[in-house]
């Protein structure tokens, strides 16, 4: 989580965004994002909530994608 909080940062940091400015985008407290950027320590919704606001939202879909568990077998198969 700590490493994900500091990929936070870089990310609100290329916007040019404040903490304070991400907060009030978000709907997320102020000191839930700063707890979170010290501790990486933030619920699920929150976390999603600065993920939209950073345009980074559908990276969260895509670990939602079913596996096609077949078309990795046919990769193995010769």
Same mark, same amino acid.
């Given at each position: #989580? %700590? &490493?994900l909080?500091?990929?936070?940062? %870089?990310?609100?940091?290329?916007?040019? #965004? +404040?903490?304070?400015?991400? +907060?009030e985008?978000?709907?997320? *407290?102020? *000191? /839930? %994002?700063?707890k $979170?950027? +010290?501790?990486? %320590?933030? /619920?699920?919704?929150?976390? @999603?909530?600065?993920?939209?606001? @950073?345009?980074?939202?559908? =990276? $969260?879909?895509?670990?939602?994608?079913?596996?096609? #568990?077949?078309?990795?077998? =046919? &990769? $193995? =198969?010769?």
């Open positions: #989580m %700590i &490493l909080s500091k990929k936070i940062i %870089i990310l609100r940091k290329q916007e040019k #965004m +404040s903490q304070r400015k991400l +907060s985008r978000s709907g997320v *407290a102020y *000191a /839930s %994002i700063r $979170f950027e +010290s501790t990486g %320590i933030i /619920s699920l919704e929150s976390l @999603l909530k600065i993920c939209e606001v @950073l345009n980074r939202l559908t =990276d $969260f879909e895509s670990i939602l994608l079913p596996n096609d #568990m077949k078309q990795k077998k =046919d &990769l $193995f =198969d010769y």
